[in-house]
């Protein structure tokens, strides 16, 4: 089995401050997602990217940059963080064709 | 745009007692693929069920789902609610070709809350 980390766990970032997420994946899978979980809002996709250096905007890319560097690491930056960008980010991948999407266990991002 | 439109908010139900969390979808897929995630508190969501065929059920853990095409549907069951059913339940869509790269999109999500 493979496994996905998120780094770091517990994000506190300040308001206008530039922050980065990171995630790596050891299932050697194609595609990489990166979701906004909201209570009330569901998970919004911010960025996928189907292939190493492949970037695709999901509905809620603005305020964010997303980088596919190799094949098994996504990271997604928040450009200028808001106080209302308190929610939990989470990572997932798949492999095209699989229809099965396995998620890290996410960073809580918290801005002051 | 495609969507997903699950039953809002938190569901209390008494153990024992069936469980159905609705969904619905909106999507120019032809083939959509239908999926219900769960999450548990300090893990990470998982499958836990999925279809791409119409009128067919699916069944995992105890869960069922069939997915209706007709009335664009794939709503959650189980016939008797136990406690450890207490979680985050997502319905989620995609194509089941593939076309648009394996986009997953998600619904709202459904806090199921099981007492005793």
């Known amino acids: 089995g493979g496994i996905i980390t998120q780094t770091p766990k517990f994000l506190i970032g300040q308001e206008g401050q530039k922050l980065t997420l990171k995630c790596q994946q050891n299932?050697?899978?194609?595609?990489m997602y990166w979701y906004r979980q909201d209570s009330g809002k569901g998970l919004r996709l911010i960025y996928y990217?189907?292939?190493?250096?492949?970037?695709q905007k999901g509905d809620l890319s603005e305020g964010y940059d997303a980088s596919r560097e190799k094949k098994s690491s996504f990271s997604l930056t928040v450009t200028s963080a808001q106080k209302n960008e308190m929610a939990v980010f989470l990572c997932?991948?798949?492999?095209?064709?699989?229809?099965?999407?396995?998620f890290g266990k996410g960073t809580r991002l918290t801005v002051v | 745009g495609d969507s997903v439109t699950q039953t809002e908010g938190l569901v209390t139900l008494t153990e024992g007692l069936p469980v159905m969390l609705n969904c619905t979808y909106q999507?120019?897929?032809?083939?959509?693929?239908l999926f219900w995630y769960v999450h548990y508190l300090n893990e990470s969501p998982r499958l836990l069920l999925k279809?791409?065929?119409?009128?067919k059920r699916t069944e995992h853990q105890g869960f069922h789902a069939t997915l209706h095409k007709s009335s664009s549907s794939f709503h959650l069951q189980k016939s008797s609610a136990q406690l450890s059913d207490s979680a985050l339940y997502y319905c989620?869509?995609?194509?089941?070709?593939?076309?648009?790269?394996?986009?997953?999109?998600f619904g709202i999500g459904t806090l199921l809350s099981v007492k005793p």
């Open positions: 997932a991948s798949t492999n095209t064709g699989n229809t099965e999407v396995f």
């Open positions: 299932f050697n899978h194609d595609t």
């Open positions: 990217s189907i292939t190493e250096n492949d970037l």
């Open positions: 999507t120019i897929y032809s083939n959509p693929f």
């Open positions: 279809s791409s065929t119409d009128n």
């Open positions: 989620a869509l995609s194509d089941r070709y593939g076309s648009s790269g394996n986009k997953l999109i």
